[in-house]
């Protein structure tokens, strides 16, 4: 699978969560709903802290 995997830090609350850098849909923080990442067609817009790249092995 091409692309990587992001640890973001939501600006709200806090958060940690992995967002997929080419995510097809909006994804939201489990927490508090703040939009975390949005589609554009390529690479995702991330709206947050990338705290680290996750490597998948």
């Not at 995510?23 to 947050?48: F, K, M, N």
Request: include cysteine.
């Amino acid at each position: 699978m091409a692309g990587n995997f992001f640890s973001v830090e939501c600006p709200d609350c806090e958060n940690e969560q992995t967002v997929f850098g080419k995510a097809a849909t909006e994804v939201t923080c489990a927490v508090c709903g703040h939009t975390l990442a949005r589609p554009t067609g390529g690479l995702s817009a991330i709206e947050g802290e990338i705290v680290e790249t996750v490597e998948a092995r």
